[in-house]
C-alpha cells in the first residue's frame, strides 16, 4: 500500500515539475475575444494653459475690524477679570476671618501646653542633673544664661530647649505644628 | 533650658483646663460664629498676649476664651446639633482647605438655626479681618528699660584741633 502511494505521488511530482510547479498556469479554455487597442492621447483641442500667476487669500476682515476686534477682546477680558479678583478676594476675606476667630482659642489652649512642657522640662532637668554636684535647673552650674534681666523676666525657650526632653515620636508628629510665641 | 528656679511657673493644676476636643473642620465651620459669641473675651485676651509678651500673665484671659468657646458649642450641640453636622460635613468634604464656597445650602441651614436659638446674627464677611476698637479695664503694662546706659563722654566743644604736625597721610589727596 504504501508503494502504491509512493508511486502516484512521485507521477503528480513529475507532472508538476515539468509543467512549472511554481509558476501560473495558463488558463485552461482559451476562447477570448482581442479588446480593441486604443493609443492615450490628450483631449481634442489640447490641455488648457496653466495659471502661473499668484492667487492671493481673499481677506475675511479688514484691519480696522480686526483692530476693532482686539479691542473689544482686550476691554471684555478686563472686565472679566475683574470680576473674578472681586469674587477671590471675597473668597480670600472669608478664609482670613475664620482663621483670624479662631486664633485666641487656638492660642489659648496652645499657651497652657507650652506652659506645662516647659515646666515638665524643668522637672526633668531637675531629674536628670540631681547627681551633679554644684549644678543649678536652668543655668551653667551656678552661672546664668542671662545676666542683665530681671528675676522673674520671660525669655521664650529656643525650639531645641524646648524639644529636648521630648520623645523622639513626639518631636516628629508636632514640630512641625508648633510655633514660637 | 533658660527657665531657672526663680521664673515662675503655673503648676499643672492651674493648666488643667477641659479643652474644645473638635476637629479642624468643625472649628473652621463655626469659626465665624463662636468668633462673633465671644468676641469682647477674645480681644481682651489677643490684646493681653500683645501687650504683655508672657504666656503666664494671659492665664485666666485664655481660661475664659476656652471657656466661652465651649460653651458655644455645647449649645450648638443642645439645639443645631444636625445642621452643624451637616455644615462640617460639607465643609470637610468639598475642599481640602475647608472653604465654605460650596456649603451655602448648609451654611444657611446652621446660621439660620442659630439666630433662632442663640439670637446671633452671622457676622458680616470681613468682619474679623477689619481693625478693630477694645477698651479693656485691664491696666497697661509699664515696660521699663532693663538697663540704663550712661551716655558715652565725649570732647568738648572748643577743645584745640590744630592740623597735623607733619601734614596728611592720605598721599593722592594732601
Known amino acids: ?181 | 533650658m533658660v527657665i531657672t528656679k526663680d521664673v515662675l511657673l503655673p503648676t499643672y493644676d492651674e493648666l488643667a483646663v477641659e479643652e474644645i476636643k473638635l476637629s479642624s473642620p468643625a472649628l473652621k465651620a463655626a469659626a465665624t460664629q463662636v468668633g462673633k459669641y465671644c468676641d469682647d473675651i477674645n480681644k481682651e485676651f489677643m490684646l493681653c498676649r500683645a501687650e504683655e509678651k508672657d504666656p503666664r500673665r494671659c492665664l485666666k484671659e485664655g481660661k475664659q476664651v476656652t471657656e466661652c468657646s465651649l460653651d458655644f458649642f455645647r449649645k450648638i450641640k443642645k439645639h443645631c446639633y444636625r445642621q452643624f453636622e451637616r455644615h462640617w460635613h460639607c465643609v470637610e468634604n468639598q475642599t481640602p482647605e475647608m472653604n465654605p464656597k460650596y456649603c451655602r445650602r448648609s451654611q444657611a441651614y446652621f446660621d439660620h438655626c442659630v439666630k433662632e436659638h442663640l439670637g446671633q446674627d452671622p457676622p458680616v464677611i470681613g468682619h474679623f479681618a477689619q481693625v478693630r476698637i477694645h477698651d479693656s479695664t485691664r491696666p497697661k503694662p509699664n515696660w521699663q528699660p532693663i538697663r540704663e546706659y550712661e551716655p558715652t563722654p565725649s570732647l568738648p566743644e572748643d577743645y584745640p584741633k590744630p592740623d597735623a604736625a607733619y601734614g596728611s597721610r592720605a598721599f593722592f589727596y594732601p
Open chain 1, 1 to 181: 500500500m504504501l508503494a502504491s502511494l509512493w508511486t502516484g505521488l512521485r507521477s503528480k511530482i513529475l507532472l508538476r515539475t515539468q509543467r512549472g510547479f511554481f509558476r501560473p498556469q495558463r488558463p485552461a479554455s482559451s476562447s477570448s475575444s482581442p479588446v480593441a487597442y486604443q493609443q492615450d492621447l490628450p483631449p481634442t483641442g489640447g490641455y488648457a494653459d496653466y495659471d502661473w500667476g499668484r492667487i492671493p487669500q481673499k481677506p475675511y476682515m479688514g484691519a480696522t475690524k480686526q483692530f476693532l476686534l482686539v479691542v473689544f477682546m482686550t476691554i471684555t477680558g478686563k472686565l472679566m477679570m475683574e470680576l473674578d479678583r472681586k469674587r477671590w478676594r471675597g473668597e480670600k476675606l472669608e478664609m482670613l476671618d475664620a482663621k483670624v476667630a479662631l486664633m485666641p482659642m487656638l492660642l489659648a489652649e496652645r499657651d497652657r501646653l507650652y506652659l506645662r512642657r516647659i515646666r515638665r522640662n524643668r522637672e526633668e532637668e531637675e531629674r536628670i542633673m540631681k547627681n551633679v554636684p554644684g549644678w543649678e535647673v536652668g543655668k551653667w552650674f551656678d552661672e546664668p544664661v542671662y545676666k542683665t534681666v530681671p528675676k522673674d523676666h520671660w525669655i521664650d525657650p529656643t525650639p531645641f530647649e524646648y524639644w529636648v526632653h521630648c520623645e523622639a515620636f513626639e518631636f516628629e508628629k508636632w514640630y512641625h505644628w508648633w510655633f514660637t510665641a
